[in-house]
Every structure is written in C-alpha cells, then in structure tokens.
C-alpha cells in the first residue's frame, strides 16, 4: 500500500494573495503534487505588523494546514519568514519548512555592475534576518534596500496596473534612478504581478529577479530527499482564505487568470 505522504498536499501560506506566485512555480515545477493555500487576508498586510503578531497568526495557519494534511509547508511571504522562521521550525519540527527569501546570492553573481536593489515591505528590508543576507552574500556590493507598504495592499485590490500603481511604484524605486543598478530583487512575494510596470519604470536595462523558482527547486529537493513525491496524476488544488471568499475568488481568479474557487475559514 501507498505511503499516505506521497499523496498529502505541499501546505502554502501568505499574508494574502501574493504566495500565489510561488504556487504558480510550484505547479509548473511539481505538477503531480496537490497544493492547498492560505491567504490570511483578514489580517494584510503583515508588513507593518509585530513579528509578535506575525509569527502567532503563522503558527494558526500552520496548525491549520498540518491538520488538513500537509507534508511540507511554504511560507510564501518574505515578511513572515524573516520574523520567525527558525520558531516555525522550532515549534512543528516533524514537518519540513520553507521559507522564501530575496535571491540575493543570485543578484551578486549576475550583476555587472557591483550595484542592485532590493524591494520589498518596511518589515523585511529592516529585518536583521535580511541584513544578515546583505552582510553575508553581498560584501562590497553597493545595495539599495528599498521598501514600501502601499504595493501589496494596491495587489490585493486588483491594481497590479495603472496609474496609481506606476506612481507608488515609481516613488518606491525613485532612489535607483540615474545609479548604476542593474538589477532589481523582489523582497515580496506579491511583486512578481507588477513586475510589468517595473519593467516599464525601470526600462530593459535592469534585471528584475525573484525567488519563486528557487523556492520550487528547493521544495522539489525536500521531497525527492524524503522519498515524499506525489508519483499521481490526482492532484488537488484548494485555495482558502480567512478574508472574503467571493472577494478572494475573483482576485485570484484573475491573478491566476484561470478560475480559482476560494473558502472561507476562521483561524
């Protein structure tokens, strides 16, 4: 009989929607393997949040995920990994833990310039968690550390485009304009959606990286070490969200730009 791991679902969780960019690598990378989502809406954004806060509302939605079965967990967003992900491994340590940091290591070996910038929340770019990275990865390097909490909540209403986004978005890289960076790192999950309207402010020139295939490979990795890999093609997608269902099933519908039916929990 069939080890019931291989084919219990990789568990992801957000502050809200911006994980999907990670699901959407995980889909591609791991297509036999179930996934089910947590966008913690009711709470978003988690930028401006404690890490008090962030990491208890973390753990309830890992408690949440291990109960419906999870094998591994994403915590898909940059800010709750860098408030506790070591607490989070600490306090479920029978189930592997990925986290989702700035590709850093990989913006210092493909810059030519010595210069990049990274964007993401206030939470992240300040965390001592993400100069440590700095610090270890990207010695003699200029870094731009750059941050803005207007981005994802303008994401989570649908406004990944437009003027109001071109404006905020260009204020937040404002301090990169006319420097040598060429490349841009995105600290947030949520980025990846308006990585066209950064392309468009910062031109072709400048390299825009994130981590969502990185964190896939690694997940791939996890599981092929642990002999947990779904070997099926009867996989699930489920989406659950602690906000507005409806609200939550358009907007990922149309992030996802295929249908995507969402439920409402309480955690």
Same mark, same amino acid.
């Given at each position: ?9 990789? =568990? ?14 995980? @889909?591609?990378?791991?297509? +036999? ?9 009711? %709470?978003?954004? %988690? ?30 967003? /940059? @800010? ?7 607490? %989070? ?7 592997? !833990? ?9 913006? @210092? ?22 100069? /440590? ?10 870094? +731009?550390?750059? %941050? ?9 209403? =649908?406004?990944?485009? =437009? ?32 990585? =066209? ?41 489920? +989406? ?24 409402? !929990?309480?955690?």
């Amino acid at each position: 009989m069939m080890d019931p791991i291989h084919n219990s679902s990789i =568990g992801v969780l957000d502050s809200g929607s911006g994980g999907l960019t990670i699901w959407q690598a995980l @889909t591609e990378q791991l297509p +036999f393997e179930s996934i089910t989502y947590v966008g913690d809406h009711a %709470y978003l954004p %988690y930028g401006a949040k404690t890490t008090a806060f962030i990491t208890k509302r973390v753990y309830g939605v890992i408690s949440f995920l291990q109960r419906h079965g999870a094998k591994l967990i994403v915590i898909a967003c /940059n @800010t709750a990994t860098v408030a506790g992900i070591d607490k %989070y491994r600490k306090m479920f340590p029978d189930i592997p !833990i990925v986290g989702v940091v700035p590709v850093i290591k990989t913006a @210092t070996q493909q810059s030519r310039t010595k210069c990049f910038a990274i964007l993401s929340t206030e939470l992240t770019a300040k965390s001592a968690y993400q100069k /440590n990275l700095i610090r270890e990865y990207a010695n003699g390097f200029q870094v +731009f550390n750059l %941050y803005s909490n207007i981005l994802v909540p303008l994401i989570e209403s =649908g406004k990944t485009e =437009g003027l109001t986004m071109e404006v905020e978005l260009g204020r937040a890289l404002a301090p990169i304009k006319d420097s040598r960076a060429d490349i841009v790192v995105l600290g947030c999950t949520h980025f990846p959606f308006i990585r =066209g309207v950064c392309t468009k402010i910062l031109g072709d020139d400048i390299q825009v990286l994130d981590s969502s295939g990185a964190v896939g490979r690694q997940v791939r990795r996890i599981l092929e070490r642990n002999n947990m890999l779904s070997p099926s093609h009867g996989h699930v997608y489920t +989406f659950y969200t602690t906000g507005d269902a409806i609200a939550m099933t358009r907007l990922f519908s149309r992030l996802l730009q295929k249908s995507a039916k969402v439920d409402k !929990i309480e955690l």
